[in-house]
């Protein structure tokens, strides 16, 4: 099934983005368009295609699509837009079968042997949040955006300067609701490891098939990639595979020397690795007693609360 993944991305790409770029490449049967304005020069493998644009360009190409305003100002409020940007790239996509959107801060593995499945059969809807999701590419699936929900509509999302989390709520209008309440198809699976943003060592949240999910218990876990696979490890040696690893929120220390001819690194909570021994990386206990994300998200969480209650009211 040709496959396409859609990237925006304004300003400086990570530090760590040629490891992205290096788990892209093994991934022969999928392909990347990241639209930037970062004209660095980097290692871009083949299948992904690079549309360099400023963040008004982009803006602008959304906003040609709709009749009225859209509030688009800043790149932080694109997670809103991520499920729309099949209908308005739709020129840059029509010889895919499906398309889907993803973030940057992921190292993807063997990604085709986890969606493959439900491409078979030919599933609307594979994933169910912002990181990596993927529609098939048909005009009708495409305009789905626009149905309401709830006596709301895609109009509300976009004339806000709020983030309403359009492309993974599970209780407002999104597309998840949308797909739920309408009885479309929706592959549900993970297929990643999520990790919490919230603690410094790895720390992964579980979904089920009802979209709530729950933080696993400490572990000694780290991440490995290895030719086009990833898969992680805990101190009882335990594996568990995955399509990709989103790491969301973290700054992450990369080695001096270059990736270009390597072929696997691990990933510790705070940094990649070139050259490592798996046994001694088990052993070691990850933690920090005071962690500053986890304050800094608790107290974004408790503002958009907040927020939130002013508005309804």
């Given amino acids: 099934m040709s496959t396409v993944l859609i990237c925006p991305y304004f300003g400086k790409l990570p530090n760590y983005f040629e490891y992205v770029l290096k788990s892209c490449e093994y991934n022969k049967k999928i392909n990347w368009i990241l639209i930037t304005d970062d004209k660095r020069k980097f290692n871009y493998p083949k299948n992904v295609r690079v549309i360099y644009m400023e963040f008004y360009e982009f803006r602008n190409l959304i906003q040609k699509n709709f009749e009225f305003m859209i509030s688009l100002k800043t790149p932080y409020k694109l997670c809103d837009y991520k499920p729309i940007y099949g209908y308005v ?13 993803c973030d940057i801060d992921c190292f993807f593995g063997d990604l085709f042997k986890f969606i493959e499945e439900p491409m078979k059969l030919g599933v609307d809807k594979i994933g169910y949040l912002g990181h990596l999701t993927l529609y098939k590419n048909r005009q009708d ?3 789905r955006f626009k149905l309401p929900l709830k006596g709301k509509n895609f109009k509300d999302v976009f004339t806000t300067d709020e983030i309403l989390v359009f492309d993974e709520s599970f209780t407002e209008l999104s597309m998840n609701t949308i797909y739920e309440h ?4 929706m592959y549900k699976k993970p297929i990643f490891a999520d990790i919490s943003c919230l603690y410094y060592d790895f720390r992964l949240y579980k979904y089920n098939e009802k979209f709530s999910y729950k933080l696993e218990r400490r572990t000694n876990r780290v991440f490995i990639w290895e030719e086009g696979k990833v898969w992680s490890e805990i101190k009882d040696g335990e594996k568990e595979e995955f399509g990709y690893v989103h790491f969301q929120k973290r700054s992450i220390s990369i080695p001096e020397s270059k990736i270009e001819n390597r072929i696997k690194f691990l990933l510790r909570p705070n940094e990649i690795c070139l050259d490592y021994n798996i046994d001694k990386e088990l052993k070691i206990k990850y933690r920090k007693l005071f962690y500053k994300p986890y304050f800094n998200q608790k107290i974004k969480a408790i503002k958009f609360r907040l927020r939130r209650k002013r508005n309804e009211n």
């Fill in 89 to 101: 790239m739709r020129n840059y996509i029509k010889e895919y079968e499906y398309w889907g959107h």
């Fill in 141 to 143: 699936i495409n305009e």
């Fill in 182 to 185: 309408y009885g479309f198809e």
